[in-house]
């Protein structure tokens, strides 16, 4: 089990981690969602020991790993570029870590074979062991890379975006083949992603990582129905958010009064979140029984295929997005600058307390 | 000017460029076969080979003394090999350091680079005082040795830090994941990694080494490296033993080259840095 206590990372004036806690457990896969510049590549240096924190411990079942040289760790460590050894070729690249490590240096010269053997196996690239690093596509390369870790059989392997530098359908595979790689080898896989639908696909558990500490950790379907801060809504990038202050049982927002049903001390300065396929769209006098609305002027729409993106834009400037599904259609044809109602079932709203 | 007069000019810019550059070494080349009756001039009286024999000795004895290359040669190989070896293991060190932020690295750069800027006559003449107030022998494998390092080690150094510079770390940092220790992990991905650039520095520091003259003038002593002894020739007489001898080594200069060349080939082909992506 590794643990974080409190780390912080300070960069000058700038704080890339702020007493950030964490537990990763034994046996799991676990992703964590980040923006860019948010410290998560830090937050993955500091565990391998290529930086230290400023304050705050690192613990691997217990024993502090912080202030320890990264060589004797015993962590795996993905780069996003790979960084294999170009002077090398695809065999000799997966057995360094057992030819040179300090301890535990294999000497057999026919069991570093078999064992690299094995791990070239096991990522799929059996008979590419006579290549050089520069003879193989980035797929195989970002094989090479998890089989060269793996092979050392370290206590955690941490993934910084693996599959950042892969093709759009190479990632869909290789995201299966990671998944299924790490069941059968037991191992903990920390993986740090930039993209929600990739943290959420590869994740037992995600955690959400915001201004230098986890928002929220859970499993992938609970942080996507309810996310527990304003936060961790905004990285899962499928909730509207819009702030206002509670008003005798109401809330004040820049859209006007919707109803809250939630008991919340008047002045309370709260933000309501509506995921985008839980609002439906209609002219303004058609909004369906029992539902909330407010009033929003279509802006643009966006096709993505199965699914498609529509951007409503209401009196005070505030972006909302709506998201129908293809076969399943909800939306009416939508005119450019016309005002439509865009109404909820209460229940599916959300509300979050604090200033935004 | 007009864009169809550029080209023509720089075309002949840059003829005239080469023609200066290689025109004096080719006078001389032509000048070596001389015959023994001609002089150090045109017109050739007679194409032959007889000064490349005097200058080994084969010839026959002559009126004309022959080159006291042979000591001062290999007095100036070693020199340059020593000088080599210092000074690049010197510089990747010091361009090492330089890769992390360090404080007063600023200054310290400018005291490194300092070493070539300076004017040779001036620190060959100090470092003469200095070892007669010391009361220190003066010779080439001493003084002129220490100068020799102080000139060429800020080369190596630039080299290197160059070199340092579009390397990427994180193929060092993955190493280190894999439990290797620091040291191992210099000889077994920094240092085959970096090795085109110490080649590229070892060829800067050896040559000019090999034919350093105003450092080594003051510092010698009373064996001479070679530039000093052929200087020495001049001031007697000039025949064409001496252009035979310039193009022996200039023959020589070339040949280092040529296996620096295919050194480089060999350990850069298709291998620099393939294995990473461009992140």
Known sequence: ?356 | MQVGLLRPALALYAALFLLFLYGPMIVLAILSFQSQGGGPQFPIQEWSVYWYKHLLGLAETSRVSQLPVGDSLIRSLVLAFLTTVVSVTLGTMSAEAFRTRFKGSGPVFYLIILGMMVPGVLVGLGVALLSNFLDIGRAWWSTSFVLHVVYTFPFAFLVMLAIFNRFDRSVEEASLSLGVSPAQTFRRVTFPLIFPGVLSAMLFSFTLSYDEFSRTLFTAGADLTLPLAIYGTFSVEIYPNVFAFGVLTTLFSFTLLVIYGLLMKRFTRNKRFAGQEDA
């Open chain 1, 1 to 356: 089990m590794l643990k974080l206590n409190g780390v912080t990372r300070r960069y000058g004036d700038i704080v890339a981690l702020d007493g950030l806690d964490l537990i990763v457990p034994d046996d799991t896969y676990l992703s964590l969602l980040g923006a860019s510049g948010s410290g998560k590549t830090t937050l993955l240096r500091l565990i391998a020991g290529y930086e230290e924190p400023n304050e705050g411990e690192v613990l691997l079942n217990g024993e502090r790993l912080d202030g320890k040289p990264p060589h004797r760790r015993d962590i795996g460590f993905v780069f996003q570029n790979f960084a294999l050894f170009p002077h090398l070729s695809v065999s000799d690249n997966v057995a360094f870590g057992l030819r040179y490590r300090e301890s535990g240096a294999i000497e057999s010269k026919a069991q570093i074979r078999e064992r690299t053997e094995d791990a070239l196996n096991l990522v799929g690239l059996d008979g590419f062991g006579h290549r050089g690093v520069g003879e193989i596509s980035g797929g195989q390369r970002q094989r090479v890379a998890l089989a060269r870790t793996l092979v050392t059989e370290p206590r955690i392997v941490l993934l910084d975006e693996p599959l950042g530098a892969l093709d759009a359908n190479l990632r869909a595979r290789m995201c299966d083949e990671l998944r299924a790689i790490r069941e059968r080898l037991k191992v903990s896989f920390l993986h740090v992603t930039g993209s929600e639908t990739e943290a959420l696909t590869m994740g037992d558990t995600v955690a959400v990582l915001a201004d230098g500490k986890i928002a929220q950790v859970d499993d992938s379907s609970t942080l996507f129905s309810q996310p527990k801060n304003p936060a961790a809504a905004r990285h899962l990038n499928a909730w509207n958010l819009l702030p206002g202050v509670v008003e005798g049982g109401a809330l004040r927002t820049s859209v006007g009064l919707l109803p809250i049903v939630e008991q919340v001390a008047d002045n309370t300065p709260v933000q309501l979140a509506v995921r985008f396929d839980e609002i439906g769209v209609c002219d303004p006098a058609q909004v369906p029984e029992a539902h909330d609305h407010f009033e929003a002027t279509y802006v643009t729409g966006e096709f993505n295929g199965p699914t498609a993106l529509s951007f409503f834009r209401t009196p005070d400037g505030e972006l909302i997005q709506v998201v129908d599904h293809l076969s399943d259609s909800r939306l009416p044809d939508l005119k450019e600058g016309q005002a439509y109602a865009l109404h909820f079932p209460p229940d599916a709203a959300v509300l979050f307390k604090g200033a935004a």
